[in-house]
């Protein structure tokens, strides 16, 4: 019998908290406060495919991506890349062999290149700090990332200022490109572009995806985008994933209050098929103050008397489809 792929990436009841620093009535009373931004999460991404993330601003999907890229050390639990743990006692060149195979691409493209390095210099730097290929063979394969992407050989000496947001993205994702990486982190890679932009930017990576096996984090709020790119998704609310299931299902048939709310808020294009949006009350409660039980319970209009006391259990109401919702308890 044919042992199942494990997982590329497994993220396993991951936590990342962050230490407030404290007031003198905090120091008198030998108290402290902690942001939890990300609260026991897992979640796995098979080889291959694109898995979303989605939520409102402040959710944690950001900083999930960056204790997965190990820019964070998690407060607890695991994140395995191809069954080994990113934040485990690895040797030098495991630690290494991950750092290449994981690679990030980030919402904002100017602010994510160095302004002092022509394109070519940008390009070629992971190769230089890993020390790929000797440096007259770098050339070659910066020149081959900037066709991959859509770039020219005459912007090779340019410098960022000189390239439109898109061309900078592009530079942005071909950087990603030169170690070969075997998972990309795209955190809102097209929030800050224009419209006109963002659908080239997209395709571009689709068809990345295909020329280079790839596979995808996007993490996103967009929901328009996340329909179009991912294969599986997971619905994160103040630091908790509510909702998990395939892009189909998460569209047709989602079950949580919350990710109601999030589809209802997406534009219709057809104005004969415009919806009757109810915007949530209330805002999103502090994460240094989480609420009492189902953390949504404070804005959601089904709320009985039992979320707001009791945190719900993860449950699955049908095959694949995950969803932590007293509704379904």
Same mark, same amino acid.
């Given at each position: @019998?044919?042992?199942?792929?494990?997982? #590329?990436?497994?993220?396993?009841?991951?936590?990342?908290?962050?230490?407030?620093?404290?007031? #003198?009535?905090?120091?008198?009373?030998?108290?402290?406060?902690?942001?939890?931004?990300?609260?026991?999460?897992?979640?796995?991404?098979?080889?291959?495919?694109?898995?979303?993330?989605?939520?409102?601003?402040?959710?944690?999907?950001?900083?999930?991506?960056?204790?997965?890229?190990?820019?964070?050390?998690?407060?607890?639990?695991?994140?395995?890349?191809?069954?080994?743990?990113?934040?485990?006692?690895?040797?030098?060149?495991?630690?290494?062999?991950?750092?290449?195979?994981?690679?990030?691409?980030?919402?904002?493209?100017?602010?994510?290149?160095?302004?002092? @390095?022509?394109?070519?210099?940008?390009?070629?730097?992971?190769?230089?700090?890993?020390?790929?290929?000797?440096?007259?063979?770098?050339?070659?394969?910066?020149?081959?990332?900037?066709?991959?992407?859509?770039?020219? $050989?005459?912007?090779?000496?340019?410098?960022?200022?000189?390239?439109?947001?898109?061309?900078?993205?592009?530079?942005?994702?071909?950087?990603?490109?030169?170690?070969?990486?075997?998972?990309?982190?795209?955190?809102?890679?097209?929030?800050?572009?224009? @419209?006109?932009?963002?659908?080239?930017?997209?395709?571009?990576?689709?068809?990345?995806?295909?020329?280079?096996?790839?596979?995808?984090?996007?993490?996103?709020?967009?929901?328009?985008?996340?329909?179009?790119?991912?294969?599986?998704?997971?619905?994160?609310?103040?630091?908790?994933?509510?909702?998990?299931?395939?892009?189909?299902?998460?569209?047709?048939?989602?079950?949580?209050?919350?990710? $109601?709310?999030?589809?209802?808020?997406?534009?219709?294009?057809?104005?004969?098929?415009?919806?009757?949006?109810?915007?949530?009350?209330?805002?999103?409660?502090?994460?240094?103050?989480?609420?009492?039980?189902?953390?949504?319970?404070?804005?959601?209009?089904?709320?009985?008397?039992?979320?707001?006391?009791?945190?719900?259990?993860?449950?699955?109401?049908?095959?694949?489809?995950?969803?932590?919702?007293?509704?379904?308890?």
């Amino acid at each position: @019998m044919t042992k199942p792929t494990p997982p #590329i990436l497994a993220v396993d009841r991951l936590c990342k908290y962050f230490p407030v620093r404290r007031t #003198i009535t905090e120091i008198r009373h030998h108290t402290s406060r902690t942001v939890r931004a990300v609260d026991n999460i897992s979640f796995q991404i098979e080889k291959g495919t694109t898995f979303g993330l989605v939520g409102e601003s402040g959710c944690g999907k950001t900083t999930t991506g960056k204790v997965i890229l190990g820019l964070y050390e998690p407060t607890s639990g695991r994140v395995l890349f191809q069954s080994k743990d990113v934040h485990g006692d690895l040797s030098k060149s495991e630690s290494s062999s991950i750092h290449r195979d994981i690679q990030a691409v980030f919402q904002d493209p100017t602010g994510s290149l160095d302004p002092r @390095m022509t394109i070519g210099d940008i390009v070629g730097e992971p190769l230089a700090i890993h020390s790929v290929d000797k440096p007259q063979l770098r050339e070659t394969k910066v020149l081959q990332m900037l066709e991959a992407v859509g770039l020219t $050989k005459d912007q090779y000496k340019s410098y960022p200022h000189e390239l439109s947001g898109g061309q900078q993205q592009r530079v942005a994702i071909a950087r990603a490109l030169t170690l070969q990486p075997k998972l990309m982190i795209l955190d809102e890679p097209v929030s800050a572009l224009d @419209m006109s932009v963002r659908a080239q930017i997209l395709n571009l990576l689709k068809d990345l995806q295909t020329s280079f096996d790839l596979t995808y984090l996007f993490v996103a709020h967009d929901l328009s985008v996340v329909r179009y790119m991912c294969d599986r998704v997971a619905v994160m609310y103040l630091g908790q994933i509510v909702e998990s299931c395939e892009t189909r299902m998460l569209f047709e048939n989602s079950l949580h209050p919350y990710t $109601k709310a999030l589809l209802d808020a997406v534009p219709v294009p057809d104005s004969s098929e415009q919806k009757v949006h109810k915007p949530l009350s209330g805002s999103i409660p502090s994460p240094m103050n989480i609420p009492t039980g189902c953390r949504f319970h404070t804005r959601c209009p089904r709320a009985m008397e039992t979320c707001s006391k009791i945190e719900p259990k993860t449950v699955e109401p049908s095959p694949d489809h995950m969803i932590s919702c007293h509704l379904y308890d």
